[in-house]
């Protein structure tokens, strides 16, 4: 039996090139006209240690230095993307359990126009979008303190 529902609306975190930061629940479509800007392609970028958030972000075709960077939303993903210091190491690992290395150079992302932080099969958790704002007023922090925006 099959069933004519409406797609469900999820919640999610929009994060536009000046650094503002808004809370958002749309479907998947609405979500992703937010970011879209034309011809072009859209990008998951899964986030180490953040499973399942990612960021949800626009490439366009031909020419992407069109849109300006997103320096707070790539601030984010840094953020959020650095090791854990304080996560438990079970013992012992299993060959496929290793834990993946977190090389600085695999955390820098040049995302452009805006960004949505998202859950990659459901609506954000309070406790996930609790994190990403926190992680938004440590980067608007870091940039100011650079001047870089």
Not at 66 to 86: C, H, T, Y
Request: charged letters at 25%; one cysteine or more; aromatic letters at 10%.
């Amino acid at each position: 039996m099959t069933t004519n529902r409406p797609p469900a609306a999820q919640h999610y975190l929009l994060v536009q090139v000046d650094g503002t930061l808004t809370s958002h629940r749309d479907t998947f479509q609405v979500m992703r006209d937010k970011i879209d800007g034309g011809e072009g392609e859209t990008g998951l970028e899964d986030i180490p240690n953040c499973y399942p958030v990612t960021a949800y972000h626009y490439v366009p075709f031909g020419n992407p230095e069109q849109q300006r960077m997103n320096k707070v939303a790539n601030g984010i993903f840094w953020e959020l993307s650095k090791p854990d210091p304080d996560s438990a190491t079970p013992e012992p690992f299993e060959p496929y359990e290793q834990p993946e290395p977190h090389d600085p150079k695999d955390r820098v992302i040049k995302m452009r126009g805006p960004v949505v932080f998202c859950a990659r099969f459901d609506s954000l958790s309070f406790t996930h979008a609790d994190t990403i704002r926190a992680a938004h007023e440590r980067t608007l922090e870091r940039l100011r303190s650079k001047g870089w925006i």
